[in-house]
């Protein structure tokens, strides 16, 4: 009896190995996170779960899709954000613990001051994640004068702050503050006083970007079908549900930093899963759901605000009174808001469901009207297979003797 070996070669061993490489780094950066918080005397459950949220999703998902994919950039890029952002918290872990408790006394802490800005080309990064999915391909040459556009924007924020970076430490003027940031970079002198300014412009611009690159996922998704528009599926609704992590974390609320935080894992997870052409039961009722929820939260959010503020400051209400009306106000708003926006998300998004409440309210319209029940039997059996789709649909009836 004969028989084959199948063997891989070298081109297709050297990308498994530099992926699982690459996770494992990544994986062993997160657990360092809790002895180095320990060390910095800094709450470690927050610390680690940072890491977590962002490190693991990024491990698992790049590691799988460049194993899979080892052509499709997405993969490598996953791997490189999360090593950039647990990388950048370890180290500034580490600057804390040198330069705020033991004034300079631990080994190699300008290394750990060098890689904390490691953030900065991590956030630019991550974008292009969007951008380039699920093939890591652009579409026109338009696209690609769009993506050199940002890169040349984004590397406006590593490039100001590794300016100033390496500057403190050749100068020997490292000064760390409580966020792990060093003073020069949060505060510049009056000749650095252009950085300042640098980080906001240019993140600004970088939303902009952010904004363009989802809508020419929504409108390739409106224009797409079959596999291609379940893969869209997965982008939109892991984008959505990391919008509204990240409206949470901006609520300044405990509980809610703690959700959020985690939920900045869907993106990642989206991707991977939209890559990998996996698809979940239901997806459309869950893009909908979280994407109404997250406009419904948006909204409501500057809602609040705008009453707060206009009670405040143009009416000069006592400001508990103000809260209190603004949270009554938002709180009525809510459910006639969900309903118009749940149907409109609906509309484009989960159409198959928009168009069975249709029929469904048809249905219901006609049947106060009808006398015939043959007629009844046979519209209802209509309405079920047009909204549920069965295999098989059969009604029936008991008649009273």
């Not at 390496?166 to 505060?187: E, F, K, M, P």
Request: glycine share 8%; with cysteine; charged share 15%.
């Amino acid at each position: 009896m004969t028989g084959e070996v199948a063997t891989r070669g070298p081109r297709q061993v050297f990308p498994e190995s530099l992926a699982a490489l690459g996770a494992g780094v990544i994986l062993l950066l997160v657990a360092a996170a809790v002895p180095l918080a320990i060390l910095a005397h800094q709450n470690p459950v927050a610390d680690a779960g940072s890491s977590i949220a962002i490190g693991v999703p990024c491990a698992a998902v790049g590691y799988v899709v460049a194993r899979r994919q080892p052509r499709n950039p997405l993969g490598w890029f996953m791997i490189a954000v999360g090593a950039g952002f647990v990388l950048a918290n370890d180290a500034g872990l580490y600057s804390i613990a040198d330069y705020r408790l033991h004034h300079g006394g631990l080994p190699l802490g300008w290394v750990a001051v060098l890689l904390q800005p490691l953030w900065a080309p991590a956030v630019v990064l991550y974008p292009l994640v969007i951008l380039l999915f699920p093939d890591g391909r652009l579409p026109s040459l338009r696209w690609r004068v769009v993506m050199w556009s940002y890169l040349a924007v984004g590397a406006l924020l590593p490039a100001g702050v590794y300016l100033v970076t390496v500057s403190t430490i050749v100068r020997h003027r490292i000064q760390v503050l409580a966020n792990s940031d060093l003073a020069a970079v949060d505060h510049p002198s009056h000749r650095q006083i252009w950085l300042s300014a640098l980080p906001r412009v240019t993140i600004l611009l970088l939303v902009v970007f952010l904004v363009a690159f989802l809508g020419r996922q929504i409108a390739s998704y409106r224009h797409s079908s079959g596999e291609r528009r379940q893969q869209l599926k997965w982008l939109l609704s892991g984008a959505a549900t990391f919008v509204a992590a990240l409206t949470m974390l901006l609520s300044n609320v405990p509980v809610l930093n703690a959700i959020g935080g985690f939920g900045t894992m869907a993106l990642p997870v989206g991707i991977g899963v939209g890559i990998l052409k996996y698809r979940l039961y239901e997806i459309d009722r869950l893009i909908s759901r979280t994407l109404a929820y997250a406009i419904v939260t948006g909204l409501l959010i500057g809602v609040y605000a705008g009453l707060v503020l206009l009670a405040t400051r143009v009416l000069s209400v006592h400001s508990q009174v103000a809260v209190a009306a603004s949270t009554l106000a938002a709180a009525a708003l809510f459910s006639p808001l969900r309903r118009r926006v749940q149907r409109w998300v609906d509309r484009r998004f989960n159409r198959a469901r928009y168009d069975a409440d249709r029929t469904v309210a048809a249905f219901a319209a006609r049947l106060k009207d009808a006398l015939d029940l043959d007629a009844v039997r046979g519209d209802l059996a209509d309405v079920v297979q047009a909204a549920l789709e069965p295999a098989h649909v059969s009604v029936w009836v008991r008649r009273r003797e």
